[in-house]
């Protein structure tokens, strides 16, 4: 597997929290990507980054925000968590835009009640 | 924007036939079309892509068409085994270089 890790791997947490998922990696990758997973939806984008401080919006980007102060980690906020936020949120690495490999991290399943 | 749609939802096939997989996609200006595999529990990964420029990849046991005209590609896995039993999803890079993936397919190999 790419040198991509995710932290935390599983959290709980109640609406109206902040909750703050990361991604770190060793590939020295320029893109940086967040989905999330839900049954049903496949894989959803929600914010990506294509350099250090440069970040655009995905397809599900409401609720969210994220963070590049570093090549080797992404930073995805939830300022107010909701209930509908529960699902399975996964970072992904690429040397270039779309057209090249991108290489998933393990994943982190969060859950809101 | 890209809409990609994928079909079946789940599959059950019997070890040793052939599994098919199809999407369709929206944005006639996608490029490439990769399909990522994921076990229970695990990460998506790549299994095998094609571009806009070839019809058809081949590699061991699965390969790739595409279609421009139709805006389709399929994922064909021939003399299945019980290993890849998996959720299967297709994508398509979209105008603005981002992946747009599909619901995913759930293949079951019956031993």
């Known amino acids: 597997d790419a040198g991509i890790t995710q932290s935390p791997r599983h959290k709980v947490t109640e609406t109206g929290t902040p909750v703050t998922l990361r991604c770190h990696q060793t590939e020295n990758h320029r893109y940086m990507y967040w989905y999330r997973q839900d049954p049903g939806h496949g894989l959803r984008l929600i914010h990506y980054?294509?350099?250090?401080?440069?970040?655009d919006k995905g397809e599900v980007s409401d609720g969210y925000s994220v963070s590049r102060s570093k090549t080797e980690d992404f930073l995805l906020t939830l300022e107010s968590a909701t209930s509908s936020q529960t699902s399975v949120y996964f970072c992904?690495?690429?040397?270039?835009?779309?057209?090249?490999?991108?290489?998933f991290g393990p994943g982190t399943r969060l859950t809101v009640l | 924007g890209e809409n990609v749609e994928q079909h079946p939802s789940t599959l059950s096939v019997q070890e040793g036939d052939s599994a098919v997989i199809k999407c369709t996609y929206s944005d006639s200006a996608s490029n490439y079309f990769p399909w990522y595999k994921q076990e229970l529990g695990k990460r998506p990964q790549l299994i095998i892509d094609i571009r806009s420029n070839v019809g058809e990849k081949k590699d061991q046991r699965i390969a790739v068409t595409l279609n421009k005209t139709a805006k389709h590609f399929s994922l064909h896995i021939t003399e299945t085994q019980p290993e890849d039993s998996a959720v299967y999803f297709c994508a398509a890079r979209d105008s603005s270089y981002k992946l747009i993936f599909g619901s995913g397919t759930r293949l079951l190999v019956r031993p």
């Open positions: 980054s294509y350099g250090v401080k440069d970040t």
């Open positions: 992904a690495i690429s040397e270039s835009d779309g057209n090249n490999e991108q290489f």
